[in-house]
Every structure is written in structure tokens, then in C-alpha cells.
DNA sequence: CGTGCCAGAGTTTTT
DNA sequence: CTCTGGCACG
């Protein structure tokens, strides 16, 4: 069944991808469909390199075909095309903190008042209006004429004007241009449409509207496409994704044929069960009813701790009961509601010695040093980024403050010139404060510099170089204090990532930059890591593991006190639940604290309605019968009788260290062949010794490169 | 201009 | 509690 659209309706663990992935090799091997001809996507990265992988693995080869997200599919359309929307070739790409710092600046400079529209409000909204297809004017049509709309409408456009001026695509832009390139220029669509003459969606409930029409404009003319998807898996509704999309389907494309695929080859018969006792309550769904021939398997256990900490205990002591040799730590996942739940139990564990893994929480790419480091390599690729500039001109500290700042950027503005020609002008580097004047001159030589070399350097050089010649590790070093420590271990630690990329094949400033926007913190989750996994049920999607506990059942934390008056939103929590549920194979713990403290002050709870949903049958453990009355709110006894240790690893080393000062320690003498242990990344073996710079393979992490003097490294 | 202190806010977030 | 950003002071 390949022709025509075709909706498979594919319950959580029922081999959705590999049913995708069979249906890729089949096209390619058996009815001769050039792989050139077909084209995936997928919401992650992650996603999409398994499916890559799984289908070169069915074809015995690499295979040359468009496996991609949505965002990199369009950014590839993009990069051929953008001159039709005006745009320059070479645009970049802007991350969510790029933006937040241009509605910042927007706020500032139309005295818009912070606290009445906060930036963060303002950039969902404009989310929202781009995933509607609305511009700025398209806003003002719509929606009535009232004060907060004007300022709305006013930061809207001029956000669109920024992004334009510095040749700059925010997220939503890649997908919303895209569909734009193709309503404007017939030539582009038809080519793709040409092409394209297999198309295939995976996660299709979470798609937007913008999304649906990518694809369906695609579609149109071979018409076939094939989505996968489960509506009772749709828990991106809060960011756009409109679940209808998958629900009228058929209706969308006429002569659909729909294949539901019920059979779950993941969990036992309870767990299905129990996840389904809970999705039932939902009104908005297509029926459905997972089965499997897998065993019966155990209750779900569930356990009303008398508080956090002891709900982090008891998961901790059911970890260590039920790990054998037979299990590795990676078969355990905790997976919570808010980030912010992830910190009690890093501390359970990191003091009864279970390795674990946060997953989430603040992006890799998003912290500062990393990001200091992609300003200034994307200002090299593009001297005329503003914004780059603007956030590493005085970083590291140059003696260039605001009104240094503010006079740059009045002059850019008059003279149409952009903020490096403006520092780049002799004039202006002597019209400012001397001190102020040198560093200007250094930014602006150093850049330079690079720009008119960055064609016969590598990236790791181009790196490397920015490092020394603009100060910033200079300026680390000579800081001597423990958070200038991990800021110098992330920045070799990155310095490994470019050296992976490296590795594949050519690479180019521009791809670089270009493949790292587009990564999330998942990514990098790696499954091999025999530790703890801990993450939100957000970021668990798609992933299983044997054993799964679900932490803080309670009304107003899951479901979240914002869902709970409303309907939708509560249907999309238990979905939510439902994903979580189901990401278990072998056993699933459901826990609840009757005393939780949040945000500093504590407060009795509420066991969860999706416990109260569940089927009694199918649970077990202590306080599940227990009435209110029986409980022992408050007594803060510890469960398995540990006495509130001190972390083995403080939990948040930066926070930490920025109290601390450095402690300066004795130098590690090392030399080649030395076994080692690093705090992170576990033992290895030292390869080489440069000064300072030593290069270890890890037994674990693979080979690192890191500085002898700062890191972290015990010789064994 | 840079630092340090205080006030305020604090779901989820594939890209 | 713990992070962030604004403002006042040196």
C-alpha cells in the first residue's frame, strides 16, 4: 500500500518507525523508487538519525534521501531560495535567546514597559501569529483595536523589520517562509512537488498549521503521503500544534485509506491497561484500544511519600532493590512534569553513588560561554551580524558599556551602516573614551582578521584563534575562580564537539553554525550513558524504558494548577500522563508527596485526578487505600533512614562555584599511557600531553581534550 | 564602567 | 529556593 495519502494511526510502542522505516526500504527496494524521490521528516533530530539509521541498516548502505526535521528540510529549501522573499542567501538563524534579545532591545527602545509585556509573553504571541500564518498587518486585522494589541502589533513588526535588516530567520520563519516561497513562486513548488514523489510525516499530531501546509502543498501533486501518528500523543497543543490535523485527515485528503496500528510490542498487559484506564477520560480522541501478547506483568506500584525528599528516597532504594547484574542504571528513567522536580532527586542519588543524567532543563548551546563563542564565530561568517556584535563587544570586558553602546548604535542607525562598520571606522574608534577605543579596535581587527581567513581555516582553528586573540580565555584564566573553571571545561568541551563534526567530512564556518542551531539538548542524550535517565515526559516521548517511575502525582503539579478549571488543557495533561505511562516496558511506579515544598514554601497536596482515573485493580502499594485522615502529613522522617547527607556532587556546580573562589590545586603531573578519572567523565586513558593540554580516551565519553591544570582529572 | 545587592517571578519547549 | 534583571554605588 504505497500509493495515494494513507493515515497510519499508530499506538504508543506499536513499531511506528519501524513500519516507516519498512515502508522507506520497500519503495527503494522492491518497487525501484530512487531514494532521491522521497522525503521524511520528523520533529527531531534525533528522530530523524534513527530512521536514517534503521533504513540504511534494512538497505545495506548509506542511502542519499531527505531524512530530516521539518526545521532542516525547510532551512535546506531556504538556503536555495530565499532571494524570492528578499532575503540574502547566506540569512542566519536566530535561537530563542537570539530573539528574547531583540524583543529586549525593541521594549527598551520604544520605552515599552517591561513589566506589562514581558518579553517572553511577546514572543509566544508572535510564535502564535507565525504558526497562523498572520504578519504583523495580518495581526492588526484580526484582532480588535485596544491598547495591548497596538503594542503587540508595534513590537511584532518591528521585530520583523530586525530580523529582516540583519538577514535573520527565528525559528518559526524557517517553516512560514518556506510555505511563503512556495505561494509566491510556482517554479520553486512545482520543483519540489516533482521530486518529492513519496512523502512521509512522522509525529503527525504535533504538527502546526503551517507544518500541514508544508506538507500538504508538497503533496499535492503526487499525492502521496503518508502520516504517522497517535492523537492521544498530541501534547505540543500549548505550542501550536493543532490536533485536528490528524483528526480530519481524511477529510483533507480525499480517498485516504487509514491503518490503525493497535498491537503494542513495548509493555505489559497491566501497564497498557492502566495507561488506558487513564486516556479513557478523554472525550476528544478517536477510539482506539492497545492490545499485546506480551505477559500480564506486575501491578503498578504506587506510594504516597510523606514528603519530596522521601519520595526521592524511596525511588532511589526501589532502584537499588531492583537493580541486578541483569540491569543497568540506563533502564531506569524517572519522568517528572517540571524541570524543576529534577533536583531532589540528583541529590537522593548522588548521595547513594546511582549514576544519573539530567536531560533538559538549560540547552548546552544556550550557556553563556558557548554562546559568546557562536557570536563571534557567526560574526566572522557575517561581519554585519548586530546581534552577535551587540552581545560579545564587551564580553570579555573590553571598558565598553552602555552609553559607549548607545552611541554605536545611534550612529549605525543614522548612518545606515551596520554596527561593525560603524567600530570598524578609525573615527569613531578615536571618538570614544581611549580605553573603549583600543577594544573597539581589537574586536573589530580580530573579526576582520578571521572573516578574510575563515576559507583556509578550520573551524577548530577559526575557534581556537577567537579564543586566544579576543582575550576571552585570557580572561578565564586570569578570573581564578571555580566558575571561570567550568565555563574554560565547557569551551574544550565544545572544542571536542567541532572536532567531531570535523571528523565527518569538510566542514565549512557556515555548516557549523548552520547544524548547531538546530540542535536540542536530547540530542545529545546518550543511551549507551549506563546511568539514570531524568527528564521531563515532555523530552520522553518517543524513547522507552524498562522501568519508569512518575513522580509527583498530585493535583496542581501534574495536572498543573494551570489545566486544572480547563478542559482542553486537562485533556492534553492526561495525554501527557498517557505518554509517560507508556514509555515503560517492564514496570511502573506512580508516586505522590503529601507535603511538597515549591518555591521555598510548602504545602499539603492532593493525590493527582489521574490516579483517582486509574483503575484500583491495577495498583498496589502503600496509600492507596489510606484515607486523608490516616495520613502522616508532615512528618518529615527520612524513609530509608538517611540522614539529609551533603551531595557527593554538588548539584548545581555553578551556582556553587560562583561562591566559591578558586582552590587552587596541585598540579596533576601526567604523562601519556596514565589511567586517570575525571569527575564527569568517568575513567580513561591519557593519550597525549601537550603542556597543558592533555587528550584522554575515555572509557565512556570518548576522547576528550581537556586542561590539565583546571579540569577535574585524578591520576589512578 | 563594573560590581554587588535586592526585588520579582518561576509549566511543558521537538526546532 | 534559585535565577534573572534592574538599579545604585564605588
Redesign the pocket.
Known amino acids: 500500500m504505497t500509493e495515494g495519502p494513507l493515515l497510519i494511526l499508530a499506538g504508543a510502542g506499536s513499531g511506528k518507525t519501524a513500519t516507516m522505516t519498512h515502508r522507506i526500504a520497500h519503495l527503494i527496494k522492491d518497487k525501484g523508487v530512487p531514494p532521491y524521490n522521497i522525503l521524511a521528516v520528523?520533529?527531531?533530530?534525533?528522530?530523524?538519525g534513527e530512521m536514517r539509521e534503521r533504513v540504511e541498516e534494512l538497505l545495506g548502505g548509506s542511502v542519499n534521501m531527505w531524512i530530516m526535521?521539518?526545521?532542516?528540510a525547510c532551512?535546506r529549501i531556504l538556503r536555495m531560495h530565499a532571494d524570492v522573499l528578499g532575503y540574502g542567501r547566506d540569512f542566519v538563524v536566530y535561537?530563542?535567546v537570539d530573539t528574547?534579545?531583540v524583543i529586549?532591545k525593541i521594549?527598551?527602545e520604544q520605552k515599552i514597559d517591561?513589566?506589562t509585556f514581558?518579553?517572553?509573553?511577546l514572543l509566544?504571541q508572535i510564535s502564535a501569529c507565525k504558526e497562523q500564518e498572520l504578519s504583523p498587518d495580518g495581526f492588526r486585522e484580526v484582532y480588535e483595536d485596544n491598547y495591548h494589541n497596538d503594542v503587540v502589533y508595534e513590537v511584532y513588526r518591528e521585530y520583523d523589520r530586525t530580523l529582516r535588516k540583519n538577514n535573520a530567520m527565528d525559528?518559526?520563519d524557517?517553516l512560514l517562509n518556506t510555505v511563503r516561497l512556495f505561494e509566491k513562486d510556482e517554479t520553486v513548488l512545482a520543483k519540489y512537488q516533482d521530486r518529492f514523489h513519496y512523502i512521509m510525516v512522522d509525529?503527525y499530531q504535533?504538527?502546526?498549521k503551517t507544518q500541514y501546509k508544508f506538507v500538504a502543498m508538497l503533496a499535492d501533486r503526487h499525492k502521496n503521503i503518508c502520516v504517522v501518528g497517535d492523537d492521544d500523543q498530541c501534547?505540543?497543543q500549548?505550542?501550536?500544534?493543532d490536533i485536528t490535523n490528524i483528526l480530519n485527515f481524511e477529510r483533507d485528503f480525499p480517498g485516504a485509506q487509514v491503518i490503525k496500528l493497535e498491537q503494542n510490542y513495548r509493555s505489559t498487559g497491566k501497564i497498557l491497561a492502566a495507561a488506558h484506564s487513564v486516556i479513557e477520560n478523554n472525550h476528544q480522541r478517536k477510539a482506539k484500544k492497545l492490545w499485546t501478547e506480551a505477559e500480564e506483568g506486575s501491578n503498578i506500584t504506587y506510594r504516597r511519600a510523606d514528603n519530596e525528599k522521601d519520595e526521592a528516597a524511596y525511588v532511589a532504594q526501589e532502584i537499588i532493590r531492583v537493580k541486578g547484574p541483569a540491569q543497568k542504571y540506563s533502564d531506569f528513567a524517572v519522568l517528572y512534569?517540571?524541570?524543576?522536580?529534577s533536583?531532589t532527586f540528583e541529590e537522593a542519588f548522588s548521595a547513594r553513588d546511582i549514576p544519573y543524567k539530567v536531560v533538559?532543563?538549560?540547552?548546552y548551546y544556550d550557556r553563556k560561554e558557548i554562546k559568546d563563542m557562536i557570536a563571534y564565530m557567526r560574526l566572522v561568517l557575517n561581519p554585519s551580524d548586530d546581534l552577535a556584535l551587540t552581545r560579545i563587544i564587551?564580553e570579555p570586558?573590553?571598558?565598553?558599556?552602555?552609553?559607549?553602546?548607545?552611541k554605536l548604535t545611534g550612529f549605525a542607525a543614522a548612518t545606515e551602516s551596520s554596527l561593525f562598520e560603524v567600530i570598524s571606522d578609525e573615527g569613531v574608534q578615536n571618538g570614544?573614551?581611549a580605553?573603549?577605543g583600543s577594544?573597539l579596535r581589537q574586536v573589530s581587527d580580530c573579526i576582520r582578521k578571521y572573516h578574510d581567513e575563515m576559507d583556509n581555516l578550520k573551524v577548530s582553528n577559526i575557534y581556537d584563534g577567537l579564543l586566544n586573540d579576543t582575550g576571552y580565555l585570557k580572561a578565564l584564566e586570569t578570573a581564578e575562580t571555580a566558575e571561570a573553571e567550568i565555563r574554560m571545561e565547557n569551551l574544550l568541551e565544545f572544542k571536542s564537539v567541532i572536532f567531531d563534526y570535523e571528523e565527518e567530512g569538510e566542514l565549512t564556518l557556515a555548516d557549523f553554525l548552520e547544524r548547531i542551531?538546530?540542535?536540542?539538548?536530547?540530542?545529545n542524550h546518550d543511551p549507551d550513558a549506563d546511568a539514570v535517565v531524568l527528564?521531563?515526559?515532555?523530552?520522553a516521548?518517543?524513547l522507552e524504558f524498562p522501568y519508569v517511575f512518575m513522580p509527583g502525582m498530585e493535583d496542581g503539579l501534574f495536572?498543573?494548577?494551570?489545566?486544572i478549571d480547563d478542559v482542553s488543557?486537562l485533556e492534553?495533561?492526561r495525554r501527557?500522563c498517557y505518554v509517560g505511562m507508556t514509555r515503560a516496558m517492564e514496570q511502573l511506579w506512580l508516586t505522590s508527596a503529601a507535603y511538597r515544598?515549591?518555591?521555598?514554601?510548602g504545602s499539603f497536596t492532593r493525590e493527582s485526578t489521574f490516579l483517582r482515573e486509574l483503575d484500583p485493580k491495577l495498583l498496589e502499594g502503600d496509600g492507596v487505600f489510606r484515607s486523608r485522615s490516616e495520613s502522616r502529613f508532615g512528618e518529615a522522617k527520612s524513609f530509608d533512614g538517611y540522614q539529609d547527607p551533603a551531595p557527593a556532587r554538588p548539584?548545581?556546580r555553578?551556582?556553587r562555584a560562583?561562591r566559591e573562589v578558586k582552590k587552587k590545586k596541585d598540579p596533576v603531573v601526567l604523562a601519556a599511557g596514565d589511567r586517570v578519572k575525571h569527575d564527569k567523565f568517568g575513567e580513561g586513558l591519557v593519550i597525549t600531553v601537550k603542556g597543558n593540554v592533555v587528550e584522554v580516551a575515555f572509557d565512556s565519553a570518548g576522547m576528550k581534550k581537556l586542561a590539565a591544570d583546571v579540569a577535574p582529572l585524578t591520576k589512578l
Open positions: 520528523t520533529f527531531t533530530n534525533k528522530a530523524a526535521t521539518f526545521h532542516a532551512l535561537d530563542p528574547k534579545s529586549k521594549l527598551k517591561e513589566k514581558n518579553a517572553n509573553g509566544s525559528f518559526d524557517l509525529e504535533d504538527t502546526n501534547i505540543y500549548w505550542r501550536g500544534a512534569r517540571t524541570n524543576s522536580q533536583r533538559g532543563g538549560v540547552r564587551n570586558k573590553r571598558g565598553i558599556g552602555t552609553t559607549t553602546v548607545t570614544v573614551s580605553k573603549a577594544g542551531a538546530l540542535i536540542s539538548d536530547i540530542d527528564m521531563t515526559m515532555h523530552s516521548k518517543g495536572p498543573g494548577w494551570r489545566s488543557k492534553e495533561e501527557l515544598v515549591m518555591y521555598g514554601s548539584f548545581d555553578l551556582a560562583r
